[in-house]
């Protein structure tokens, strides 16, 4: 049976930048929300670190937590609480892999324009370090493996491949298209 921790806390209503603060924190770590605030997270080093640090936070700002270990009673609960997690991971893959297709569209929209250009290949490069910036923040959350990591990663291959294609384009036409020329004007 696997070691879990458990973090019940109560905030003061105002100001509401705590509850939202707390709850971001605990998201980052990609604990789930089990009933109001009650949180679920796997024991280890690390996460008992940082709720510790989350812990602390709350406390400081005149809240009530409680930080604790566990196990599961039964194979059935702890399959459920892994269920969850997997769950949490999927709804975060499956919006990577909506931001994918989004991306997609964006390149063949530009394909169409023929928009070649260094400023366009940028942009598309930045939203690509963005998606694999993110898919990897997701991975370290999925400590369970959730069915849609892999899917998820072809996914972003062939975000990468379609930006190289891309780029390749763009490097061909800035290639074989020669800057205007430059007049000098003289007094």
């Known amino acids: 049976m696997l070691k879990w921790l458990i973090m019940s806390y109560n905030l003061p209503s105002e100001p509401s ?3 939202v603060g707390t709850w971001r924190s605990l998201k980052k770590l990609g604990a789930v929300n089990i009933h109001q605030s009650l949180w679920l997270l796997p024991f280890n080093d690390e996460n008992y670190s ?8 709350i406390s400081e700002n005149h809240g009530e937590v409680l930080l604790m270990q566990t196990i599961a009673m039964e194979e059935s609960y702890e399959k459920a609480m892994i269920s969850r997690f997997n769950k949490a991971r999927e709804i975060e893959y499956e919006e990577i892999i909506d931001k994918c297709n989004d991306y997609f569209a964006e390149i063949n929209k530009e394909l169409e324009r023929k928009n070649f250009t260094f400023a366009e290949a940028e942009e598309n490069e ?29 996914k972003l291959e062939e975000c990468r491949k379609c930006f190289e294609d891309f780029s390749s384009k763009t490097f061909e036409n800035e290639k074989n298209d020669p800057p205007p020329e430059i007049k000098i004007f003289k007094d």
């Not at 940082?50 to 936070?57: I, P, R």
């Not at 998606?131 to 899917?151: C, G």
């Open 50 to 57: 940082a709720l510790s640090t989350v812990a602390s936070n």
């Open 17 to 19: 930048r705590l509850r």
């Open 126 to 154: 930045e939203e690509l370090e963005k998606l694999l910036s993110w898919f990897e923040k997701v991975k370290l959350r999925d400590v369970f493996f959730s069915p849609l990591r892999e899917a998820t990663e072809k």
